[in-house]
């Protein structure tokens, strides 16, 4: 039984940092990727940074580059999305989703089968 789960979130100050934390059980850590996700009211959810959990090759959103960074701990079966000189547009709900491999390519919306339950980003 897959399963993810946020943690991190929190309000902070434009130009603040924060560190978001998805820890997963349940599924072999290779050949899949892990997202974040965002959403904020009224928007549609918009996938920011991705990571392949085999190699450990990363992607990001363009409007995310240079300030947000995706890692992984495999040791620990956890996904990070390191935020730093946030925006208040960076504001809205976190989610990390699962799409489990092979795959060879960055997985499409409908790829990712398995989400979290979101962790709340807020930035004033």
């Known amino acids: 039984h897959v399963q993810l789960v946020e943690s991190g979130g929190g309000s902070v100050q434009t130009g603040g940092t924060l560190r978001l934390s998805c820890t997963t059980t349940g599924y072999t850590p290779s050949q899949n990727v892990i997202g974040w996700f965002r959403q904020a009211p009224g928007k549609e959810r918009e996938r920011v940074a991705a990571i392949y959990t085999g190699g450990g090759t990363t992607g990001y959103a363009d409007n995310v580059k240079g300030r947000f960074t995706v890692s992984q701990n495999a040791a620990k079966n956890t996904i990070y999305l390191q935020m730093t000189r946030l925006r208040p547009e960076d504001s809205g709900m976190y989610y990390c989703?699962?799409?489990?491999?092979?795959?060879?390519?960055?997985?499409?919306?409908?790829?990712?089968?398995?989400w979290g339950q979101g962790t709340q980003v807020t930035v004033s």
């Open positions: 989703a699962a799409a489990l491999g092979p795959l060879a390519q960055w997985p499409t919306l409908d790829q990712y089968k398995y």
